[in-house]
């Protein structure tokens, strides 16, 4: 899978000659889409982390593809829905001492629900989580990988939370509309 994906390069650091390795893979598009109800994820089986995991809805560009446009699809291939319009969030590069590829992380509010289009080698389920269980989502390790985290972050801070003391503070106006209070 990964013949011809290798790229040796040399590299001179202080006088010391090397190769550097680096794989070469097609950039990412991401997506946080969020509903009524929360942000749309999808969990599925990773072989190498060995289980399945939550991650935003997510996969490889198409060479030639717009960002936008890959996002898009890829939301609507993965969890059946449909965004009218995408803002780009950051583009970014998750692992730099292995590979050049970017993920294209975008965000789109209240997508239309539709249909799902899975590649033959994916079973994905699809989940909605409540905005209030993102903080723990990002503690426990539920959302485990880079692109997923980074999003949900990323999501977090534009809803109005901050990090303090260690843990996700909900903006004011959530405790306002829910009564609850702060410890």
């Known amino acids: 899978m990964l013949r011809n994906r290798i790229r040796r390069v040399p590299v001179t ?7 550097h390795e680096y ?5 990412v ?8 109800d929360g942000v749309i994820l999808v969990e599925q089986f990773r072989p190498a982390l060995g289980r399945r995991i939550l991650e935003l809805p997510a996969g490889r560009l198409h060479r030639g593809e717009d ?6 699809r890829e939301l609507q291939e993965e969890t059946g829905y449909i965004a009218s319009k995408l803002r780009l969030l ?8 292995l590979s050049r590829h970017k993920v294209h992380l975008y965000y789109t509010k209240d997508p239309t629900p539709g249909e799902t289009h899975w590649d033959p080698t994916e079973e994905i389920e699809v989940k ?6 993102i903080p723990a989502m990002l ?3 539920r959302a485990a990988d880079a692109k997923t985290q980074l999003g949900l972050v990323y999501f977090l801070a534009s809803m109005g939370w ?22």
Do not use: N
């Open 13 to 19: 650091v202080r006088d010391t000659h090397y190769i």
């Open 23 to 27: 794989l070469v893979l097609p950039d």
């Open 29 to 36: 598009a991401a997506v946080v889409a969020e509903t009524k």
């Open 67 to 72: 960002s936008v446009v890959g996002a898009r």
């Open 90 to 97: 950051t583009r970014f590069y998750p692992s730099v001492g």
């Open 128 to 133: 909605t989580i409540p905005i209030s269980e």
């Open 139 to 141: 503690y426990d390790g």
């Open 162 to 183: 901050t990090y303090q003391r260690g843990r996700w503070v909900p903006p004011r106006s959530a405790f306002l509309r829910t009564g609850a209070t702060r410890e």
